[in-house]
């Protein structure tokens, strides 16, 4: 069985860990060494190859339970749409189920189903996945219909295929954004934090209009564009024989013909938020809530990993700088969120804030921005940088529970890294990391001067907005 | 995403970087496929899932463990039958608020002092009610278990319930109930539950309404807890990386000072709701709506029906899957919606059978008609090959319930709370394989009738209502969203 295991440094680690967790006040426990020596290992051996088309394919065996994963991605996002065709990666994806040459309208469903299969994908600015969880049986009829739509689906496409996901995915809009409450937020903090034609400057799900606009050879064009095998991955993980799966994988993917043009490289110039951009949004909802975001440095550039746990030190468990204040002590907000989103062309810190009923944005803007101006003018404490690396590694582990779950982190750190096995390095740049480390990246990297301050209030209430900088502390600096 | 009902990976990862080399040698070319038929899959792998190891404290409380060495955690679970099944007529949320308020004070340790451990300890705590039961659960790196088995002990054994914290978590809660206003969802659920079940304990919500929100006392929370939360009615579920030898002492010392007080019985299972007799439609006005949510359902089984099997395969046909009729009709064929489903709830008594869907609003009218197709259709003989692939989809996609330790503890917890036999899990595939056709069609017939159901519909009144009319479903009660919530009275939730 190949499973993931933990070296023995991860156990002394942890065991030390646990002695020190019996403290109940917030003490600072023995910093931990950094480095390689004293950090956890989660092996997930796998097997990776080239196919002569370009494919890459990357096998891990787990015989647990009777199910494989199969998981491909295509290295292309709403980053790449052409103007005028917002929403289209995600679009394409939805027809890339509706049959290819040799799989009939619907039958990418019911074959599956009718082996006790699911299926699904999803769409970002940077990738497009999709992925088949099967019965481990059933792994060749996984192979026939990914390879299928990779080399025949245009053998198929019609105006009438793309019109049928067209409402769909308008309905899958209306349902996400629209209906919604504070669903705006999701088309509005894209077009203010990112200047007009930058890649990230409109949403995944992109506008009624460009959905209305996309037309079949739209699906010709992206397809001979961006769906060759050599822009793709393939992740197979569960209960299979590598050896076997290999000769499954080579058989079914030995048809399906390289691209004619390869990739162009991923790329965007800089961009930086001119100013602070102050943006007051109406919304059926009750409450007002604020979003304050940020342009932060691209995944794995210096900064990436320190955002990861300032988020963790701001926002996460009731301690946490922002929601001890706004929540707990003062009770004027009902829920915090910060994360960093990273990115390849660049990444977004953002920070979210419901007000309670009787609050206005102004009176929690000012308050995060009092524990802002902390957080750059002294380093947390060890505890609280502790805390977020335990449960960083915590959920490490609990995104290893699954087959699915390993598949996408192997072709995540493949696409992102270069090396599927790039989880590790990755811990480790976060267990290196010290308080001081969490400080710095605030001061550089979430500037007063260069950042969208963004409310969504109730409508006809503007007034409870964050629409000019509240006076006194939190001033221009 | 393509289905947001099945995924299962919300937002695992972002966005990651730019694309990268591939170290690999090359394979030599293979045979060309063989495309004219897709391969047919072998017989199915024989699911062979680890019986749970029985143990009993002292006290007598069941443990039930399964060892799986896979990932270094443990998923730790107190389940107490009762749940809002169990709240008083006149607090209704009293077991949930009384879950809610466990992390905000146990043993010695403040609402602060908890959070502050479990955050260090890498650990997940959950605590809620569902109908049926309470469950709190501690999700925990296994080298850190002694410390998590400790935590959740003192969560269920010692609460504090300080006065501060009730305020805290009664001004968390009147906000949540307030911003139910917003989603047309919730707006639909509340609403659904008071259509299909009245008077009944089910057509309340388990997390209450902003009345017994404002009244429920220090003294209600702190009955609750000393009659439901005792050892004659909880059970305890552990799976992960551990052993017996070294579970059962921490187990004997974080659980075992845990005494039954005298005279505790456990809550009765509330009796059957009636059934609905009649079609009536509720329409809700939620003005500007882009999607109009239909929720069409009636009073269902419960858990222990005899019809489990055929029911389960009959709504996979009619909705419970990707390819099933409901959503194969409204998503695929007409595009009027991101999904439609159904479902049966099946709890210890009689929980709702739901059929539902967020529709365009321009369609409204055209979905209804088509959920009724439908609802009527499945009434009708289930052609073979729509039986046999739901019957395998139903069976053979079980084995991926197993993966993590939280599933196989919610597994563990299920066949504890319903009484379910020892080879419920390692039969279940042959169970659902032995359904036939007059099975489906004899539940179907009894337990799905569109001529007596609630429809409730939550969308633009202006611009749905003369379709939802020109359908004659029967009558019509028009409600506004303080009809169904209550009026917002604008009383400031927290006063810090």
């Given at each position: 069985m190949h499973l993931p295991t933990l070296s023995t440094g991860v156990l002394a680690l942890l065991l030390a860990s646990a002695a020190a967790s019996g403290q109940t006040a917030p003490a600072a426990s023995p910093a931990s060494p950094a480095g390689p020596a004293s950090c956890p290992r989660i092996d997930i051996p796998y097997t990776q190859f080239r196919l002569p088309n370009g494919l890459t394919v990357i096998l891990h065996e787990d015989h647990t339970v009777p199910i494989v994963a199969v998981d491909v991605w295509y290295h292309v996002g709403s980053a790449r749409e052409k103007p005028g065709r917002t929403g289209f990666a995600h679009l394409f994806e939805h027809i890339l189920f509706e049959g290819s040459k040799h799989v009939k309208t619907g039958e990418f469903d019911t074959l599956l189903e009718a082996a006790g299969g699911t299926n699904n994908g999803s769409t970002n600015t940077d990738r497009t996945n999709?992925?088949?969880?099967?019965?481990?049986?059933?792994?060749?009829?996984?192979?026939?219909?990914?390879?299928?739509?990779?080399?025949?689906?245009?053998?198929?496409?019609s105006a009438a295929r793309v019109d049928q996901q067209r409402d769909v995915v308008k309905n899958e809009r209306r349902q996400r954004i629209e209906n919604q409450p504070y669903g705006i937020a999701v088309l509005k903090l894209p077009e203010l934090l990112f200047p007009a034609g930058h890649p990230y400057s409109w949403s995944v799900i992109g506008s009624m209009e460009d959905l209305s606009a996309a037309t079949h050879q739209d699906v010709e064009d992206f397809f001979k564009r961006w769906y060759g095998p050599e822009n793709a991955s393939l992740v197979i993980a569960g209960d299979f024989d590598s050896r076997a799966a290999r000769a499954l994988v080579e058989k079914w993917f030995a048809d399906v013909p390289r691209g004619k043009t390869p990739p162009e490289p991923f790329f965007a110039p800089p961009a930086r938020v001119a100013g602070e951009k102050r943006v007051t949004v109406e919304d059926k909802v009750q409450l007002p809530r604020l979003y304050m975001a940020w342009l932060t440095p691209a995944h794995f550039l210096p900064g990436d990993d320190a955002l990861d746990i300032l988020s963790s030190v701001l926002a996460s468990g009731k301690n946490s700088r922002l929601y001890k204040r706004l929540v707990y002590d003062l009770q004027i907000a009902q829920d915090v969120s910060a994360t960093q989103d990273s990115r390849a062309l660049g990444s977004i810190f953002t920070v979210t804030v419901t007000a309670r009923e009787g609050h206005n944005l102004s009176e929690i803007e000012r308050v995060v921005q009092e524990e802002l101006d902390r957080v750059k003018a002294e380093p947390p404490s060890q505890r609280e940088v502790e805390r977020a690396l335990n449960q960083y590694e915590a959920d490490v582990y609990r995104s290893v529970e699954q087959a699915l779950g390993k598949a996408e982190l192997l072709n995540a750190y493949d696409f992102a890294a270069g090396r599927p096995d790039y989880l590790n390095e990755d811990l480790w740049r976060h267990r290196a990391l010290d308080p001081k480390d969490v400080q710095s990246v605030a001061g550089r990297e979430l500037p007063d001067d260069a950042r969208v301050v963004l409310s969504v209030v109730p409508a006809g209430k503007t007034e409870l907005g964050a629409s000019v900088r509240p006076a006194g502390k939190g001033g221009p600096r | 995403m393509r289905n947001a009902r099945l995924a299962v990976l919300a937002a695992l990862l972002a966005a990651l970087a730019a694309g990268a080399p591939v170290a690999a040698g090359q394979t030599a070319a293979a045979a060309m496929p063989d495309r004219s038929k897709a391969p047919e899959p072998g017989p199915p792998a024989p699911l062979r899932l680890p019986s749970p190891q029985k143990l009993r404290l002292a006290n007598g409380v069941p443990v039930f463990l399964i060892e799986r060495h896979k990932v270094p955690l443990v998923q730790t679970i107190v389940v107490l039958r009762g749940g809002a099944s169990a709240d008083p007529a006149e607090r209704p949320g009293l077991a949930s608020f009384t879950a809610s308020l466990l992390e905000r004070g146990a043993g010695s340790r403040s609402a602060l002092e908890i959070s502050d451990l479990a955050d260090f300890l890498g650990a997940q705590v959950d605590a809620h009610a569902g109908w049926d039961a309470t469950?709190?659960?501690?999700?925990?790196?296994?080298?850190?278990?002694?410390?998590?088995?400790?935590?959740?002990?003192?969560?269920?054994?010692?609460?504090?319930?300080?006065?501060?914290?009730?305020?805290?978590?009664?001004?968390?809660?009147?906000?949540?109930?307030?911003?139910?206003?917003?989603?047309?969802?919730?707006?639909?659920?509340?609403?659904?539950?008071?259509?299909?079940?009245?008077?009944?304990?089910?057509?309340?919500?388990?997390?209450?309404?902003?009345?017994?929100?404002?009244?429920v006392t220090r003294e209600d929370v702190v009955r609750f807890h000393g009659t439901r939360y005792v050892p004659t009615v909880a059970a305890l579920v552990i799976v992960g990386d551990v052993t017996p030898s070294v579970l059962s002492p921490l187990l004997e010392r974080s659980f075992g000072p845990w005494a039954a007080a005298a005279g505790i019985t456990p809550p009765a299972v509330v009796p059957p709701a009636p059934q609905i007799t009649a079609r009536r439609v509720y329409l809700i006005d939620k003005p500007d709506s882009a999607q109009s949510q239909i929720w069409i359902g009636r009073v269902g089984p419960p858990r222990s029906t005899s019809d489990y099997f055929p029911l389960t395969v009959a709504n996979t046909i009619l909705g419970g899957s990707f390819t099933s009729r409901l959503n194969h009709n409204l998503r695929e064929t007409k595009g009027y919606t991101y999904g439609a489903f159904s479902y049966f709830d099946f709890r210890l008594s009689t929980g709702p059978f739901l059929a539902a869907a967020g529709v365009q609003t321009d369609k409204t009218g055209p979905a209804l008609v088509e959920f009724f197709k439908e609802l009527e259709g499945i009434r009708a003989p289930v052609p073979p090959d729509e039986l046999r692939r739901a019957r395998n989809y139903t069976a053979r996609r079980f084995p991926a319930g197993f993966e993590t330790d939280a599933q196989v503890a919610g597994k563990i917890r299920d066949q504890f709370l319903y009484g379910l036999p020892d080879d419920f899990f390692n039969g279940y595939l042959s169970r659902i394989e032995a359904v036939t056709a007059e099975d489906v069609r004899r539940v179907a017939r009894k337990g799905i009738n569109p001529a007596a159901c609630a429809v409730v519909i939550v969308g633009d009144r202006q611009k749905i209502e003369s379709q939802v009319r020109a359908l004659n479903l029967g009558p019509i009660t028009l409600q506004s969203i303080d009809d169904v919530l209550g009026p917002a009275d604008g009383t400031p939730v927290a006063k810090p």
């Open positions: 999709y992925y088949e969880v099967v019965p481990s049986n059933a792994l060749p009829l996984a192979l026939f219909l990914e390879s299928d739509r990779m080399a025949y689906l245009l053998d198929v496409m | 469950t709190v659960g501690v999700n925990v790196p296994a080298a850190r278990l002694e410390s998590g088995l400790g935590l959740l002990a003192d969560l269920v054994l010692h609460p504090t319930f300080p006065a501060a914290e009730i305020e805290r978590v009664r001004a968390e809660l009147l906000t949540e109930l307030l911003q139910r206003r917003d989603d047309p969802e919730e707006i639909a659920a509340v609403a659904f539950d008071r259509a299909v079940f009245g008077k009944h304990p089910y057509g309340r919500s388990i997390e209450g309404d902003e009345a017994s929100a404002r009244a």
